[in-house]
């Protein structure tokens, strides 16, 4: 998927990310203010969390809950400076457990990450619209 998108368009993206990725682990990668909480967001309300969804800068990690009695785990390593934060707050155990984390600022556990991550870059464009790219 490359597409460039809109505020109104976030139902559909996070509908088209839920229902063709192949792994639940999500990588947001961008610059600060490109939307990658407000994506996050999006997701967490189409897979039915019923939580207040807000970025977890300070406390590393949310867990959410979905009306279906799964767990949605939103990460973000904004203020890691070294991986053993991470693995001291035991990143592995959420990674490996088969429920979605959805990680903003992934390149600062880069080396804890599963292989089969799904990547989603955003960026913004020039006439204020944001650009999509799933690897």
Not at 64 to 90: C, P
Request: hydrophobic content about 35%; overall charge negative; proline content about 3%.
């Amino acid at each position: 998927m490359n597409k460039n998108y809109s505020l109104k368009d976030l139902p559909e993206i996070a509908h088209t990310i839920i229902t063709s990725v192949k792994n639940k682990t999500l990588l947001f990668y961008g610059e600060m203010g490109v939307g990658k909480t407000t994506l996050i967001k999006e997701i967490c309300k189409t897979l039915g969390v019923l939580d207040n969804i807000s970025s977890p800068t300070f406390s590393l990690v949310n867990e959410y809950q979905t009306s279906k009695e799964e767990k949605v785990f939103h990460f973000d390593f904004y203020r890691i400076e070294d991986e053993n934060e991470a693995l001291d707050m035991g990143i592995e155990d959420y990674l490996y457990n088969n429920n979605w984390c959805l990680i903003e600022w992934p390149e600062n556990v880069e080396n804890l990450l599963p292989l089969e991550s799904v990547a989603i870059h955003l960026s913004t464009l020039e006439d204020g619209h944001r650009n999509i790219q799933l690897k």
